[in-house]
C-alpha cells in the first residue's frame, strides 16, 4: 500500500507569533531580529509584508531598513515559540503518532493508517490547517505526497495556507521543471557544483546518470538522484521518541569583542551553565561537545572533542570547550561570537555507583549543580554566580536561557548541503 505523508509549514511562524501577540502589527512589515545594540543584528524572521519588499532571513537590519523604510523591529520570544510549536504537534498526534520534527515550525506526518478513520490525505491536511488557524491563530501549508521529499516540497510551492498534493502518478510534471535547488538537501554548495555540469532542474537530476552524480557529489549524489526520481523510502520517526533531539546548544555574539582568555572563559562559563541546566531538564547526559567561534572578520569555525566519561556538568563542557579554542584559535584574532553545542546525546535513565575516582568526582560535580540549579530557580538565575563573573559584568549579563534544541536536520542543519 503507497503511503500517505503530510509535510505541515507554520507559515511565518515566529513573525505569526509576534503578530498575535501585537495585533497592532498585523498588516504592516514585520521582521523578529537580534538586538542590533547587542550585535545580534539581523533578520531572524520576517512577515509576507517585509518579504515583499525583498526582506529576506540573514539580511543585516540596516538592509532590511534599506529595502523596507517602514519595516518594524520585534525581539525574538523563544519560549512563544517553543509552546506554539508544541500545541502544533498535539494537533497533529490526533491524526498519527508518526510526527517527526523538522525545527519548530515544520513536521513530518505519516498517516498512512489513518485515511479510514479521518479520510485520505489531503482531507486531513485540509482539517489540520484549519484546526491550527482556529487553535493558535497561525497558518500553515502542507504538502502531500507518497514520501518525505516530496510533501516537503508541496508545502513550500503554495504558501500561505494552502494543501498541494503531489501524486505518483504527476509527479514528474509538477516536480522536475522546478530548479533543482528546490529539492531539500540541495544546498548552496551542491548547487553550484550542479550548476556547472549543466544540471539546472529537478529533471535534469533525475535523468543524470547516478554514477556520474557519485563522481561529483559523493555517496550523496546517488541519494539526490533518488529523491528526484521519487524513490525515497526514509520512515517518519515515531512521536514518542526522545532519539529525535540529536544534540542542546547555545550560542551568543557578545556586545563586545572578547580578547582575553578570560573573555572567553567567561562567555564559556555562561553558556555552557545554560546547556548544561537544559540537559538536567530533559535527563540527558552528552559524550561530545562541539565549540563554534566567529571571529571579528566573520570567519567561523566549528570544532568538537569527545569527553572522557559522558556527562552533563557545566565544569566538564566549559573545559572541553576551552581546550578546543586554545587549540584551534591560534589566529588570536579578537572574538564576536561563540556557540556551545551538547552532541551525542543519550538519556540517563539509571545512575550506577562507582569506586572509579574520575566517575565519583563527575557524580560529586553533578550534586553541587543541581544544587545550584535548585537555588536559582528559587532565587532567580543571577542570585548564584562564579566569582570570575564579577570581572565582566557586561559580559557575564549575557541571556543564558536561549538555548536551542537541535532535530535531525533542523538549525544549522536545516536546508544545508549534503555534500
Not at 514528474?172 to 550548476?195: A, D, F
Request: aromatic residues 10%; positive net charge.
Amino acid at each position: 500500500m503507497e503511503r500517505v505523508i503530510l509535510h505541515s509549514d507554520l507559515n511565518n511562524f515566529y513573525a505569526s507569533v509576534e503578530c498575535l501577540y501585537n495585533p497592532s502589527l498585523r498588516g504592516k512589515p514585520v521582521a523578529v531580529a537580534g538586538d542590533p545594540e547587542a550585535r545580534h543584528g539581523i533578520v531572524l524572521a520576517k512577515n509576507y509584508e517585509a518579504k515583499a519588499c525583498g526582506v529576506a532571513t540573514g539580511n543585516p537590519l540596516w538592509m532590511a531598513r534599506q529595502k523596507c523604510p517602514e519595516i518594524i523591529f520585534v525581539p525574538p520570544h523563544y519560549d512563544r515559540y517553543l509552546e506554539y510549536s508544541r500545541i502544533a504537534r498535539e494537533i497533529y498526534s490526533d491524526y498519527t503518532d508518526r510526527v517527526e520534527p523538522y525545527g519548530l515550525d515544520e513536521c513530518w506526518l505519516d498517516v498512512s493508517g489513518s485515511t479510514r478513520l479521518f479520510g485520505g490525505g489531503k482531507t486531513i491536511a485540509d482539517t489540520i490547517r484549519q484546526r491550527i488557524k482556529s487553535e493558535l491563530g497561525v497558518t500553515a501549508s502542507v504538502g502531500v505526497s507518497y514520501n518525505k521529499i516530496f510533501a516537503k516540497l508541496g508545502s513550500d510551492l503554495r504558501k500561505p495556507d494552502a494543501t498541494t498534493v503531489i501524486s505518483s502518478s504527476r509527479f514528474q510534471e509538477m516536480i522536475w521543471p522546478l530548479p533543482v535547488s528546490e529539492l531539500l538537501y540541495v544546498g548552496r554548495s551542491t548547487h553550484n557544483k550542479l550548476k556547472r555540469y549543466g544540471i539546472r532542474t529537478i529533471g535534469d537530476l533525475a535523468a543524470a546518470e547516478p554514477r556520474f552524480l557519485e563522481q561529483i557529489l559523493g555517496k550523496n549524489g546517488w541519494t539526490l538522484w533518488l529523491f528526484a526520481n521519487g524513490k525515497d523510502s526514509s520512515p517518519v520517526t515515531n512521536i514518542g521518541a526522545k532519539s529525535l533531539i540529536k544534540s542542546i546548544g547555545n550560542g551568543t555574539t557578545a556586545p563586545r569583542d572578547l580578547i582575553t582568555d578570560d573573555d572567553i572563559k567567561i562567555t564559556l562559563y555562561v553558556l555552557c551553565e545554560s546547556v548544561s541546566a537544559r540537559m538536567r531538564e530533559y535527563d540527558f547526559v552528552c559524550r561530545t561537545v562541539q565549540l563554534g567561534v566567529r571571529d571579528k572578520e566573520l570567519f567561523s569555525y566549528e570544532r568538537q572533542g569527545k569527553l572522557s566519561y559522558p556527562n552533563r556538568t557545566a565544569k566538564a563542557l566549559f573545559e572541553k570547550a576551552f581546550e578546543l579554542y586554545k587549540r584551534n584559535h591560534l589566529s588570536g584574532k579578537p572574538v564576536r561570537s561563540l556557540h556551545v553545542r551538547a552532541c551525542n546525546l543519550a538519556v540517563r535513565e539509571y545512575e550506577q555507583l562507582s569506586f572509579l575516582p574520575e566517575i565519583a568526582a563527575i557524580q560529586r560535580q553533578e550534586e553541587l549543580e543541581q544544587a545550584m540549579d535548585t537555588v536559582r530557580s528559587r532565587f532567580g538565575h543571577f542570585s548564584l554566580r562564579r566569582g570570575i563573573y564579577l570581572t565582566d559584568e557586561t559580559l557575564a549579563a549575557l541571556n543564558p536561557k536561549e538555548d536551542h534544541i537541535i532535530h535531525p536536520e533542523s538549525f544549522f542543519g536545516k536546508g544545508e548541503t549534503l555534500s
